[in-house]
């Protein structure tokens, strides 16, 4: 994929989305997350993606961020991929893009509560932040 020049990142808004919605209790704290997994098995738990809408129903992918696993969960183990992350929800295009998901899978029979933070790290040519003031995500699995 060819980099963009930092003019053509300016030249429009750029629309950060993360996989769902998530709650920040303030800038300084995470957005928090909460998703139920199957027991045994790996499950994407959220996604991120970084792209712009054209023509109001076309999305491009103008970055892939990285995401970094900040505190581990305790009864399971967490991995990021590049895969497709759909059609961005109200973002009004038409099309799927690609983008970074988080995939959480829990130690074998394990069933419970777990939990584990990662920090999510733009492009920072794109002068933006992901998320509603803070890139750290705090994210609590059930595991059932």
Do not use: W
């Amino acid at each position: 994929m060819r980099r963009a020049s930092a003019a053509a990142l300016l030249a429009g808004p750029i629309i950060l989305a993360g996989g769902q919605p998530g709650r920040a209790q303030s800038a300084n704290q995470p957005v928090l997350l909460q998703r139920t997994v199957p027991r045994d098995a790996e499950t994407r738990v959220a996604s991120e993606a970084a792209y712009k809408t054209y023509d109001g129903t076309t999305c491009l992918v103008r970055y892939l961020p990285t995401i970094q696993l900040v505190v581990p969960p305790q009864h399971g183990t967490v991995r990021f991929d590049t895969a497709d992350v759909g059609v961005p929800a109200g973002s009004g295009c038409r099309n799927s893009v690609t983008g970074t998901v988080v995939l959480y899978r829990p130690n074998a029979g394990f069933i419970g509560k777990d939990q584990f933070t990662y920090k999510t790290q733009v492009d920072p040519v794109a002068m933006d932040r992901l998320g509603p003031g803070n890139p750290l995500h705090s994210l609590t699995v059930m595991v059932q």
